[in-house]
């Protein structure tokens, strides 16, 4: 895991006074894909509105709100706000990056907070370095806010960069905490619509074994709220299963290509392994032997040996684990 409690939990601004102006920098289009969330999206909003970045464009693309979502849309005039055309989340990201004009792109969920400074911090580094292609900061973890604070009880802490590969297979990407320079995505395309749920850790995949220039900040850019309605932060997991599957899904889909440097390939291995033995857990323990029986023979399509890389699985993500661990302390990205 990239994951990381604090203990205590650490009590965090959410929404701070703005830097001073800075000059230069690029514009910043957030997509926020939406559905049925009145009663939150108007503090996501708010997060990154007073932050005061000088060129920001954030497109909301809702998926047919019944709860009041629209009424609170329409109390905030500076977004813009779209109907989606298909269904689900990440189509609605596809959507919005199809109307997305910034040099840099960010995604920001309705229920969820960008952390004061963080597009300031985002945008000095994609105009101080050209080549950059993405940025990851930090996240904390909350469940909920008092006043301009929240209570973070844990944090995604980004890997060393020798690792890069390794966190986006075995630990938790915090994809929201990601900025990226828009030209990426005609590079290594958009978010693939076969993947309900992993669709952001395909595409973190594709970047990563394209080759693509990553900066990762030690500081705190993003604030995942976990509540009950989570898709992936739940503290219940009701979609585990699902991720497991599309896990294995995505991984096969990789393997398959012919193009795979041998240190890829065998990352690749190891987690199509450690998530193909997971899976077949889950369904035995369940009594789908015939689900387990096919996963098995698939494992073995995809890699004749598969078994044998089970170890080598769980060495990748223990020692991912211990450089988590080892971490320093995160910082907010607030001008001093």
Same mark, same amino acid.
């Given at each position: ?243 497991? !599957?599309?896990?294995? &899904? %995505? ?8 193009? =795979? +440097?041998? @240190?890829?390939? #065998? *990352? ?36 004749? !040996?598969?078994?044998? &890389? %089970? ?8 020692? =991912? +684990?211990? @450089?988590?661990? #080892? *971490? ?9």
């Amino acid at each position: 895991m990239s994951i990381r409690d604090l203990a205590p939990p650490r009590r965090i601004a959410w929404r701070a006074p703005p830097p001073p102006v800075d000059t230069g920098l690029p514009k910043i289009t957030l997509v926020t894909p939406c559905l049925n969330r009145a009663d939150l999206v108007g503090m996501a909003i708010e997060s990154a509105w007073t932050q005061g970045y000088p060129a920001l464009r954030q497109i909301v693309v809702d998926g047919g709100s019944t709860d009041g979502t629209l009424a609170a849309l329409a109390r905030h005039p500076e977004i813009e706000v779209v109907a989606q055309r298909s269904q689900g989340s990440h189509p609605a990201m596809n959507e919005g990056l199809a109307r997305a004009d910034g040099e840099v792109v960010g995604f920001l969920n309705t229920d969820d907070l960008l952390l004061p400074g963080a597009l300031h911090a985002a945008g000095r580094a994609f105009a101080d370095d050209p080549a950059l292609d993405a940025l990851r900061f930090r996240a904390a973890l909350f469940e909920s806010a008092s006043g301009d604070t929240i209570a973070a009880h844990a944090e995604i802490v980004e890997p060393p960069p020798e690792l890069q590969l390794d966190a986006v297979l075995f630990g938790t990407p915090g994809f929201n905490a990601w900025f990226f320079r828009r030209r990426v995505f005609a590079v290594h395309g958009d978010f693939d619509p076969a993947f309900d749920i992993a669709a952001d850790r395909d595409f973190l995949l594709r970047l990563t074994l394209g080759g693509a220039r990553i900066r990762h900040l030690p500081v705190l850019g993003y604030a995942y709220r976990q509540h009950a309605g989570s898709r992936t932060l739940d503290r219940d997991a009701r979609l585990r299963l699902g991720i497991m !599957a599309e896990h294995v &899904a %995505i991984v096969r889909k990789h393997l398959s290509r012919p193009d =795979l +440097a041998p @240190a890829d390939r #065998a *990352a690749l291995s190891a987690w199509h392994a450690r998530e193909t033995a997971r899976l077949l857990g889950q369904q035995i323990k369940q009594g789908r032997f015939g689900a387990a029986l096919d996963l098995a023979f698939g494992g073995f399509r995809a890699d004749p !040996a598969w078994p044998l &890389a %089970i170890t080598a699985g769980r060495r990748r993500a223990a020692h =991912l +684990a211990a @450089a988590v661990s #080892a *971490a320093g302390r995160s910082e907010l990205p607030m001008p001093a």
